[in-house]
């Protein structure tokens, strides 16, 4: 690709492994720096195990707001789908956000304080009838009459898990972040910041129009009214059926209001792999981490503070040189390798009225190495400091990993973990630490490199809700990272050269200055 704005730009392949590949997987500063203007530089995605609908987006500022697009992945020639085969027939719906304004210039402005919100969402870049602006441009979904169709979805919408939901019509659920899933119905479909979903549409109604319509799943605290409250639309239109103005599209009836995070995680709770996955499922934990996700009010000096988002009350910073070249070329002082397995202090982390300071947050590049093949439980921990609980959809990098449990409160180390899904957890890339609660997955350490883990809302990674995973050579050429490609974008080192003499004032004054 070549890019021609003021901007650097990366891309990232949202679940493609990109198996002993890390140069091809595209998050700025963790495995390669910015593509310059006027420069170019060619990605080579392989995938391996996948198969469904994955997506890729732009993985530098907020430039993927209008930089994404879906990947399908098909079954193995000579192979099925694992569920009754579509009628040849299939659609694609990308759930968007649209704003008003350049948003990566209202980021820069607004660096520390609040990050801007949507002015709509959208499918297939289109709000739908109810926004005057989009109404000729509404997307339209042609079907037939008595057909099943493979409907895949994918959320690209910047800050906002999203209820979905036809007019009339069932779903079948079959897989999510590619990967096939026990089949069940449902009225209304969630889906998080970053997911892909694969979903099954019999058109079995009397021919017409229908809406199919989309909202966000609002968790944070209901006295803050400030979100995307648009009501978006496409319409699925039976063939030969009456066109607008002469009809009206029947409305959903079971789409959740903004404000049902039970029925989000009544949804989640359905999902099951396809399959029995017992046999794969990490059994073996040699680490075991007990991650916190929280947002918190960072103090600069007496007058001055800014929010930023930690893990385990670390704030990512980015390095001058990206991670996987460092580690790769052995340089020292872009990064050290001691984020914490646990908190540094223990409370109730759901509380309510926690103050700002109930921990200490610190900004550092830290990242956690581990050895080839072995076998990881993280535990995530949702925390309620300045009340600011919310769902979290973590996304990691080069591997998938399957949810073994989830549910409210404080996570207890004794009696939750006799509640596992060792059966047959999903499989998944991204999954949701829900408000005020955990989840809980495992993954084998397979995957050779540099390997980001963060949160999807982009508002909380451009914060620091994010760290990096080094998973060591395995010691033959089958198990050890592939060479760096000849053309790896130049770093410009947007901070210091290394982190050596890294202080909080300098910090924040280039946070300021991004």
């Given at each position: 690709?070549?890019?021609?704005?003021?901007?650097?730009?990366?891309?990232?392949?949202?679940?493609?492994?990109?198996?002993?590949?890390?140069?091809?997987?595209?998050?700025?500063?963790?495995?390669?720096?910015?593509?310059?203007?006027?420069?170019?530089?060619?990605?080579?995605?392989?995938?391996?195990?996948?198969?469904?609908?994955?997506?890729?987006?732009?993985?530098?500022?907020?430039?993927?707001?209008?930089?994404?697009?879906?990947?399908?992945?098909?079954?193995?020639?000579?192979?099925?789908y694992?569920?009754?085969?579509?009628?040849?027939?299939?659609e694609?719906?990308?759930?968007g956000?649209?704003?008003?304004?350049?948003?990566?210039l209202?980021?820069?402005?607004?660096?520390?304080?609040?990050q801007?919100?949507?002015?709509?969402?959208?499918?297939?870049?289109?709000p739908?009838?109810?926004?005057?602006?989009?109404?000729?441009?509404?997307?339209?979904?042609?079907?037939?009459?008595?057909?099943?169709?493979?409907?895949?979805?994918?959320?690209a919408?910047?800050?906002a898990?999203?209820?979905?939901s036809?007019?009339?019509?069932?779903?079948?659920?079959?897989?999510m972040?590619?990967?096939?899933?026990?089949?069940?119905?449902?009225?209304?479909?969630?889906?998080?910041?970053?997911?892909?979903?694969?979903?099954?549409?019999?058109?079995?109604?009397?021919?017409?129009?229908?809406?199919?319509?989309?909202?966000?799943?609002f968790?944070?605290?209901a006295?803050?009214s400030?979100?995307?409250?648009?009501?978006?639309?496409?319409?699925?239109?039976y063939?030969?059926?009456?066109t607008?103005?002469s009809?009206v599209?029947?409305?959903?009836?079971?789409?959740?209001?903004?404000?049902?995070k039970y029925?989000?995680?009544?949804?989640?709770?359905?999902?099951?792999?396809?399959?029995?996955?017992?046999a794969?499922v990490?059994?073996?934990?040699?680490?075991?981490?007990?991650?916190?996700?929280?947002?918190?009010?960072?103090?600069?000096?007496?007058?001055?503070?800014?929010?930023?988002?930690?893990?385990?009350?670390?704030?990512?910073?980015?390095?001058?040189?990206?991670?996987?070249?460092?580690?790769?070329?052995?340089?020292?002082?872009?990064?050290?390798?001691?984020?914490?397995?646990?908190?540094?202090?223990?409370?109730?982390?759901?509380?309510?009225?926690?103050?700002?300071?109930t921990?200490?947050?610190?900004?550092?590049?830290?990242?956690?190495?581990?050895?080839?093949?072995?076998?990881?439980?993280?535990?995530?921990?949702?925390?309620?400091?300045?009340?600011?609980?919310?769902?979290?959809?973590m996304?990691?990098?080069?591997?998938?990993?399957?949810?073994?449990?989830?549910?409210?409160?404080?996570f207890?180390?004794v009696?939750?973990?006799?509640?596992?899904?060792?059966?047959?957890?999903?499989k998944?890339n991204?999954?949701t630490?829900?408000?005020?609660g955990?989840?809980?997955?495992?993954?084998?350490?397979?995957?050779?490199?540099?390997?980001?883990?963060?949160?999807?809302?982009e508002?909380h990674?451009?914060?620091?809700?994010?760290?990096?995973?080094?998973?060591?050579n395995?010691?033959?050429p089958?198990?050890?990272?592939r060479?760096?490609?000849?053309?790896?974008p130049?770093?410009?080192?947007?901070?210091?050269?290394?982190?050596?003499?890294?202080?909080?004032?300098?910090?924040?004054?280039?946070?300021?200055?991004?």
């Open positions: 690709m070549t890019y021609f704005r003021d901007l650097g730009l990366t891309i990232g392949w949202h679940g493609v492994k990109q198996q002993r590949n890390p140069w091809m997987d595209g998050p700025v500063y963790v495995t390669q720096c910015p593509i310059k203007p006027e420069m170019n530089f060619t990605y080579e995605v392989k995938v391996s195990d996948e198969e469904g609908t994955l997506w890729w987006h732009a993985h530098s500022d907020w430039t993927r707001v209008g930089v994404h697009g879906a990947i399908v992945i098909y079954p193995e020639e000579g192979s099925t694992p569920y009754p085969r579509p009628h040849d027939a299939e694609i719906l990308v759930f956000a649209w704003y008003t304004y350049d948003v990566n209202e980021v820069i402005e607004s660096a520390g304080s609040d801007p919100g949507s002015d709509s969402y959208t499918i297939n870049s289109q739908g009838d109810f926004c005057p602006c989009s109404r000729e441009g509404t997307y339209h979904w042609e079907v037939e009459y008595g057909k099943t169709y493979l409907l895949r979805l994918v959320n919408a910047m800050n898990e999203l209820f979905f036809i007019a009339g019509h069932n779903m079948t659920v079959v897989g972040d590619a990967s096939n899933l026990k089949p069940f119905e449902t009225t209304y479909v969630v889906i998080e910041a970053g997911q892909t979903m694969n979903i099954l549409v019999t058109t079995n109604q009397e021919p017409g129009q229908y809406y199919m319509a989309v909202r966000q799943c968790t944070g605290e006295t803050f400030e979100f995307d409250k648009t009501n978006v639309t496409a319409i699925l239109q063939n030969g059926s009456v607008p103005p009809s599209p029947y409305l959903p009836t079971f789409l959740p209001n903004f404000y049902e029925a989000a995680m009544s949804f989640r709770s359905k999902l099951k792999s396809l399959y029995p996955q017992d794969y990490p059994k073996n934990v040699t680490t075991r981490m007990y991650i916190i996700a929280n947002l918190q009010a960072y103090k600069v000096n007496d007058t001055s503070n800014f929010s930023i988002t930690t893990l385990n009350n670390v704030s990512w910073v980015n390095p001058g040189v990206d991670v996987l070249q460092a580690y790769y070329y052995n340089l020292s002082g872009f990064y050290t390798d001691d984020f914490p397995n646990n908190p540094p202090t223990f409370y109730d982390f759901v509380a309510f009225d926690l103050g700002a300071n921990t200490f947050a610190s900004l550092g590049t830290k990242v956690k190495v581990l050895e080839y093949g072995e076998e990881v439980e993280m535990v995530f921990q949702s925390s309620n400091v300045l009340n600011a609980s919310v769902d979290h959809p996304h990691l990098h080069g591997h998938s990993f399957y949810v073994v449990g989830s549910g409210d409160g404080d207890d180390f009696e939750d973990p006799k509640t596992y899904n060792l059966f047959d957890p999903p998944l991204t999954a630490i829900q408000k005020s955990w989840l809980a997955i495992r993954f084998k350490a397979t995957n050779p490199g540099v390997w980001l883990l963060h949160c999807h809302v508002r990674y451009s914060w620091g809700m994010n760290t990096v995973f080094i998973v060591k395995g010691g033959t089958e198990t050890t990272i060479g760096p490609p000849p053309n790896m130049v770093c410009d080192d947007p901070f210091s050269i290394n982190l050596d003499g890294l202080n909080d004032s300098s910090f924040y004054s280039e946070y300021r200055a991004l």
